[in-house]
């Protein structure tokens, strides 16, 4: 059986300096600018969509390097627009230990990265999530290693020690024969240690203010790969490879590597230095039995110098330079990633280092993060900083976890610290659409080495299955954590008796999800956010109120993501009067929601959510799910709070699916003494007529039109730009720009209004008879029936 999982030799992602000589990762490279935002459309391909995709090459796998999410769009849903590894949709193995399908999606959509799964029914394999060896399928041995009473700086005898211990090594080769999922990756991860082994070393590079993260992660990602296929193959070119990455960024290579001295890792972003860290702590346990003394030493001594002793300054707050403000309050990405780097460096040497430092970190590593890291999930799951930081965070954390449990024998609480921690997983899932992520606030670096695969921990620590089932299909499943983190007992599909509403209701986060299907790409999908505009790690927007909206395989509304993280100031403060709120993709009128006097909305902001209303559907075991007629779902809050009470005295938005999920009502029940301006960013072609719109992507077609319109109001377009008498940018500062965006206005004066905004996708099947036109109700009058 081919794999669904890909790699590109060709595609040098290290050397893009040749698109642009002064910025390897900015944005002179097209795919891997993440750091700087949003990228230029490029010259398109017949058959794809406009919509632009941050992260990837379009139509190809890159697993170690994809991206997921901050986006605009959708793939085109056209069969050009996948991969797919199977001689046909219906190519997949039989009589494997997971049943009559091996893996269950049938090929991976080239734009967005996201599975694509056929439509059948099959219950003897698509049944309810569970872990379970009965069908036949090999379970991890169990660990011998099970101290009494462990401690962080006790570690087990054995090497390796960090996430996977020998006797898991031992257990793979079997494993890998019997599971289509760990074979399929097992290949990707090979195929991506090939293509790194053939480049040269990373380069260096200093991103502004985002330091040499990027450098970190890439070469952090390098070394899993070679010190894995290492551990397989005992091929020793592979060690040689990995420690000839580890000399150059030591500055002992053939190229200069930073500056000298301490600060060669950059510790005033720490970040680097502990991605750094936990790179040079997986190549030193992996490669043990391979390393000389001679490497040992060299390795220890730069992981000494330019890692584990910033820390500790870091820690000890002794440098002003680079205080450790990440390790008091943080809740939030830099707290899990600079704590497990550290922890991942110092469990690796641990024995070895006769200076002390290993130990010192452990001491403040493991209770640092279950004070900070652990409580950047909410009480109802939702990452506290964004859909795209979750990333980061998580992997921090997961692998600090693992790496503890795996060489001390416990993760000491860390995992439960926080109650709620595990609801993480299905506030992942909600969040992800058909058209990507509902990508709010900043989206982040390029990610390298960071996935989502800490889904597959939680899974089975937690006990969810469905974790693993949603996570194992995904573009990014294929690399080394996961052959160790996957549990492959599991079975079932993870749709089966998922809820396809999800409503998060903590006051922070306050935002639902609604759908028609978990499994069709082509399924409609809206969310929308309330939420405060302060408490997220100065990752958020101005966006109370803002929404996407998919269907008919394309993001029809959409989040423009990053800014330049360069710019000036851009992470001063999250006040009223930061500079963050000069910039368009971070200002209110920079979002899909509404603006009153063409001003920012207020960072004081608490909105709250007034109905979640649902009709409880779940998805059964099968990929079609049929939705009858009056079946639907709401979310409706009141935002009057987002703007000054002498502007707005009452604002209530809703948003509601109809006629069995083929429509979609956006309601704004507002009253202001200003202008309102009703504003959704798309990447569609539209042409506009009077109180309506039509949508075009590719040959897809939306018609958008306000209902009951007051008199004299109209629809109209704009760029995504600032507005000309907006306040001026910092001095020596330019906004980006948002190249094939286009800006959907309804403007009315000063009043109460309902405004009632709908949304037809024209399906392929309906005419225009089968649409409905919903009778005005006022939001506080909302119901499950109320627009029958």
């Known amino acids: 059986?081919?794999?669904?999982?890909?790699?590109?030799?060709?595609?040098?992602?290290?050397?893009?300096?040749?698109?642009?000589?002064?910025?390897?990762?900015?944005?002179?490279?097209?795919?891997?600018?993440?750091?700087?935002?949003?990228?230029n459309p490029q010259k398109q391909k017949q058959g794809t969509s406009k919509?632009?995709?941050?992260?990837?090459?379009?139509?190809?796998?890159?697993?170690?390097?994809?991206?997921?999410?901050?986006?605009?769009?959708?793939?085109?849903?056209?069969?050009?627009?996948?991969?797919?590894?199977?001689?046909?949709?219906?190519?997949?193995?039989?009589?494997?230990?997971?049943?009559?399908?091996?893996?269950?999606?049938?090929?991976t959509a080239s734009q967005f990265m996201l599975p694509i799964y056929p439509s059948t029914t099959n219950t003897a394999v698509f049944h309810s999530p569970t872990f379970s060896a009965s069908d036949g399928s090999k379970s991890w041995p169990t660990d011998t290693f099970s101290p009494a009473s462990p401690a962080p700086t006790s570690v087990r005898p054995d090497r390796p020690r960090l996430?996977?211990?020998?006797?898991?090594?031992?257990?793979?080769?079997?494993?890998?024969?019997?599971?289509?999922?760990?074979?399929?990756?097992?290949?990707?991860?090979?195929?991506?240690?090939?293509?790194?082994?053939?480049?040269?070393?990373?380069?260096?590079?200093?991103d502004g203010d985002s330091g040499i993260l990027d450098n970190a992660r890439e070469i952090k990602m390098r070394i899993k790969a070679f010190s894995y296929v290492y551990r397989l193959t005992k091929d020793t070119k592979w060690a040689d490879r990995a420690f000839k990455e580890l000399q150059n960024a030591a500055g002992n290579g053939t190229t200069p590597f930073g500056p000298d001295g301490a600060d060669k890792w950059n510790p005033t972003h720490f970040l680097d230095t502990a991605e750094f860290s936990a790179a040079y702590g997986i190549a030193y346990d992996w490669l043990y039995d391979v390393l000389t003394d001679e490497q040992k030493s060299q390795i220890r001594t730069s992981l000494i110098a330019y890692g584990l002793e910033r820390g500790l300054v870091a820690f000890n707050n002794s440098d002003s330079r680079y205080t450790g403000w990440w390790a008091t309050n943080i809740y939030g990405n830099w707290n899990c990633v600079?704590?497990?780097?550290?922890?991942?460096?110092?469990?690796?040497?641990?024995?070895?280092?006769?200076?002390?430092?290993?130990?010192?970190?452990?001491?403040?590593?493991?209770?640092n993060v279950k004070g900070n890291c652990a409580w950047a999930v909410s009480d109802d799951g939702t990452w506290a900083e964004t859909a795209n930081y979750w990333y980061f965070g998580t992997t921090g954390f997961a692998e600090m976890a693992a790496a503890l449990k795996s060489a001390t024998g416990s993760d000491y609480n860390l995992l439960d610290t926080n109650s709620n921690f595990y609801k993480t997983g299905l506030f992942h899932m909600a969040i992800t659409g058909p058209g990507s992520l509902f990508a709010w606030g900043d989206h982040g670096p390029n990610k390298f080495s960071t996935t989502a695969n800490g889904m597959f921990l939680f899974g089975d620590h937690y006990n969810h299955p469905e974790y693993q089932l949603f996570q194992r299909d995904q573009h990014d499943a294929a690399e080394p954590w996961s052959m160790f983190w996957y549990n492959p007992t599991v079975s079932g599909a993870f749709w089966d008796g998922l809820a396809i509403d999800q409503f998060f209701t903590n006051h922070t986060d306050q935002w639902a999800a609604l759908r028609s299907s978990w499994t069709d790409e082509n399924a409609l999908y809206v969310a929308m956010k309330a939420g405060t505009n302060q408490g997220h790690q100065t990752h958020n927007d101005l966006d109370v109120g803002d929404f996407v909206l998919d269907a008919m395989g394309t993001r029809w509304a959409g989040e423009l993501g990053s800014g330049d993280y360069r710019s000036l100031n851009y992470f001063s403060n999250d006040t009223q009067t930061s500079d963050r709120w000069l910039y368009y993709r971070k200002r209110t009128e920079g979002?899909?929601?509404?603006?009153?006097?063409?001003?920012?909305?207020?960072?004081?902001?608490?909105?709250?959510?007034?109905q979640t209303l649902s009709s409880g559907t779940k998805q059964g075991s099968s990929?079609?799910?049929?939705?009858?007629k009056d079946d639907s779902a709401l979310f409706t809050a009141d935002l009057t709070s987002a703007y000054d009470s002498t502007a707005v005295t009452s604002w209530k938005r809703g948003v509601r699916t109809l006629n069995g999920r083929k429509q979609v009502l956006l309601q704004d029940d507002i009253t202001a003494s200003g202008?309102?301006?009703?504003?959704?960013?798309?990447?569609?072609?539209?042409?506009?007529?009077g109180t309506s719109a039509t949508l075009k992507i590719d040959d897809k077609v939306m018609q958008l039109t306000i209902l009951n319109p007051p008199s004299g109001v109209s629809i109209t377009t704009g760029p995504a730009v600032r507005f000309q008498d907006d306040p001026p940018l910092p001095p020596q500062q330019t906004d980006q720009e948002n190249p094939g965006v286009t800006v959907v206005m309804i403007n009315l004066p000063a009043g109460t209004y309902s405004l009632q905004v709908l949304f037809n996708p024209q399906w392929d099947g309906m005419s225009s008879s089968d649409f409905v036109t919903p009778k005005a109700v006022a939001i506080d009058d909302w119901s499950l029936s109320s627009h029958n």
């Open 163 to 206: 996430i996977a211990p020998s006797y898991m090594w031992d257990a793979l080769p079997d494993m890998i024969q019997s599971d289509p999922y760990l074979k399929a990756w097992n290949d990707t991860i090979f195929g991506n240690a090939t293509a790194y082994y053939n480049l040269p070393v990373v380069q260096y590079f200093l």
């Open 51 to 107: 919509w632009i995709k941050i992260g990837i090459p379009v139509a190809v796998v890159v697993i170690a390097a994809a991206v997921v999410g901050a986006v605009l769009g959708i793939r085109s849903s056209k069969n050009s627009s996948s991969t797919s590894s199977a001689s046909s949709k219906g190519d997949q193995a039989a009589g494997s230990a997971q049943g009559d399908l091996a893996i269950f999606a049938t090929a």
């Open 623 to 628: 990929t079609v799910l049929d939705i009858a």
């Open 675 to 689: 202008d309102i301006m009703w504003r959704m960013h798309t990447n569609a072609t539209v042409a506009v007529d």
């Open 338 to 367: 600079c704590n497990g780097g550290l922890t991942l460096g110092a469990l690796a040497i641990l024995g070895d280092d006769t200076t002390g430092v290993a130990e010192q970190i452990l001491a403040q590593t493991v209770d």
């Open 1 to 39: 059986m081919a794999s669904n999982y890909a790699y590109n030799p060709a595609y040098n992602h290290s050397n893009a300096s040749a698109v642009n000589q002064s910025n390897p990762y900015g944005s002179g490279d097209p795919y891997y600018n993440e750091s700087t935002g949003f990228i």
């Open 591 to 610: 979002q899909n929601t509404i603006l009153v006097n063409k001003q920012n909305q207020l960072v004081t902001a608490t909105p709250s959510i007034l």
